[in-house]
């Protein structure tokens, strides 16, 4: 059974940081890219951040440029996600994706493994 696990996320306070970490099981994350996505209330799914399978090629949006970073390690079959300067627009929920690319997209559609996600709060 593929599955994806978030963890990381909380309530801080703006200009805070946070790390999340993404672990995978039933499947070797090695051949896939992994992308963070986050989902605000009423709000559509959007990308934040991608790594390819090698590591070698990362992607980030406009908002975060600068104050995320994506890194994987997959003798731990983990990806995780950075986050530096917080600020309250960054609230939401954030989810990783997988398994099914070996080079990054932004489109949720591209894919097929899902993790539960993880509520980041950023809030005085």
């Known amino acids: 059974q593929l599955q994806l696990v978030e963890s990381g996320g909380g309530l801080v306070q703006p200009g805070g940081s946070l790390r999340l970490s993404c672990v995978a099981s039933?499947?070797?994350?090695?051949?896939?890219?992994v992308a963070w996505f986050r989902q605000a209330p009423g709000k559509e799914r959007t990308g934040v951040s991608c790594?390819?399978?090698?590591?070698?090629?990362?992607n980030y949006a406009d908002s975060v440029k600068g104050r995320f970073t994506i890194s994987r390690d997959n003798a731990k079959n983990t990806v995780y996600l950075q986050m530096n300067s917080l600020k309250p627009e960054d609230t939401a929920v954030y989810y990783c994706?997988?398994?099914?690319?070996?080079?990054?997209?932004?489109?949720?559609?591209?894919?097929?493994?899902w993790g539960q996600g993880t509520q980041v709060t950023v809030s005085s």
């Open positions: 790594i390819s399978s090698s590591g070698g090629s990362t």
């Open positions: 994706a997988s398994g099914s690319l070996y080079y990054c997209s932004g489109d949720p559609n591209d894919f097929s493994s």
């Open positions: 039933g499947f070797t994350l090695d051949y896939y890219a």
